[in-house]
Every structure is written in C-alpha cells, then in structure tokens.
C-alpha cells in the first residue's frame, strides 16, 4: 500500500491567515491525489481532486499543487468556516489510501 | 442530486457478521462509470478504504481486510451492500458509503452517506 503523510498534524491560525498543508507519498503518485474538509460528525467533503481540480461549489481560496511524492493544499484568507480536519487521498492505485489527518485550529 | 444513506446495525458482537446497506438516489449503479464504495473511520482517527464496486460489477477490496469483506449491489432497490465477517471491537468505527467522481480516473469520494456508527463489544 502507499503511505501518506500528512504534515503538520495540527496547526493554530487565525482568521485571514494562509495555512498550508503538504502530504507527502510513499512512492510517485503523479497528480492522483485528493483534499478533503471534516467537521466533528459530519462526513468528509471533497475539496480538490486531480491534485488541483477544484471540485464544484468549492471556494476559490482552496487550492492544490504539486506532483510526484509532494502535494499541498493551500486555504488563503482562512475563514471561520474553515477551522476543521483537512484530510488527502492517494488514488493513484488501489487500494486508496488516506494521510493521517491535520487539524487546523482557531488561534 | 446525489444523496446516499447507510442503515444497519449499530451493535454487533465479536465474531458476528455485519451487514450494511447502503441506499441512494440520483444515480443509476446500471450507468457506465458509476461506483460506490465503503470507507470507515473509528472514532478520533484517520480514514480507512474498504472496497468498492463499479457499475459493471467489478470490485475492489482492501487487501488487509479482502477475507472479510464482500460488496454486492442491488441496482433494482439502488442499494449497495457490504458485509463483514467475523468483527471485533477494533472494527468500531463510523462506517461510510461514498459515490464515485464520475469522469475522474480513479476513485474520489464525491458524494458521503452521513455515516453509522457501529459499535463491536467483546
């Protein structure tokens, strides 16, 4: 299986900032890689697909990079509705794999 | 609009068999490019795969839990189904269905059912 590491775990920002978050892979997965949102008790919400597809209804202050083994998803001029668990997926082969989650919280 | 719902139990016991549906409207499982799949995630941790099952009937499994697992559908009801044998309280998580980004090469979760929590006692 392909690892995903996401980095940081957690992050303390405020609003207006830009938070960055970057999700390393365990071999080349191209641009296969998705973004999610979760919010306590709610089911994630995809973001980004394609690396840095944005997917239909999603503001443009997301965006996704990158390639290869190093991806990011990027939240400029962070909102109230943004503080939430930020979460990437490989789908470059089966099975997907998830990272470990990054929390971003309200400083 | 898409929207799915998973339904089941939300207590088994250790070595029993779990059965979840998943049921769903605003699309057709008969439509080419079509998929549905099933992801877990036990309470305060990260997200984990299961399987998945495409229009055409082909399924995918995660490895780690292929021997446990089975995906059918049932394109009449619209529903999807997974079971699981043989749990145990580490399979205490929230399971999810997920409908395919249709269009997209891979499997992306664009549309999530609300989730069931399914507790596992010893």
């Known amino acids: 299986d392909i690892q995903m590491t996401q980095s940081p775990s957690s992050v303390s920002a405020s609003v207006g900032d830009r938070v960055t978050i970057t999700c390393r892979a365990s071999?080349?997965?191209?641009?296969?890689l998705a973004w999610y949102q979760q919010k306590p008790g709610k089911a994630p919400k995809l973001l980004i697909y394609g690396a840095s597809s944005l997917q239909s209804g999603v503001p443009s202050r997301f965006s996704g990079s990158g390639s290869g083994t190093n991806l990011t998803l990027t939240v400029t001029n962070l909102q109230p509705d943004d503080f939430a668990t930020y979460y990437c997926?490989?789908?470059?082969?089966?099975?997907?794999?998830f990272g470990g989650g990054t929390k971003v919280e309200i400083k | 609009q898409i929207t799915l719902k998973e339904s089941g139990p939300t207590l088994v016991k250790a070595t029993q068999t779990l059965t979840l549906t998943c049921t769903f409207s605003?699309?057709?499982?008969?439509?080419?490019?079509?998929?549905v799949g099933w992801i877990r995630q036990p309470p305060g941790k990260a997200l984990e795969w299961l399987a998945l099952?495409?229009?055409?009937?082909?399924?995918r499994y995660s490895p780690s839990l292929k021997s446990r697992l089975t995906i059918t559908k049932d394109t009449s009801k619209n529903q999807v189904v997974l079971t699981m044998t043989n749990m145990d309280p580490v399979d205490t998580a929230t399971y999810f269905c997920?409908?395919?980004?249709?269009?997209?090469?891979?499997?992306?979760?664009?549309?999530w059912g609300q989730g069931t929590l399914v507790t596992v006692s010893s």
């Open positions: 099952i495409y229009w055409d009937d082909d399924k």
């Open positions: 997926q490989q789908a470059y082969t089966f099975p997907p794999t």
């Open positions: 997920a409908h395919r980004l249709k269009g997209s090469g891979s499997y992306y979760p664009d549309y």
């Open positions: 071999q080349d997965i191209s641009s296969w």
């Open positions: 605003g699309f057709s499982l008969n439509t080419g490019g079509e998929g």
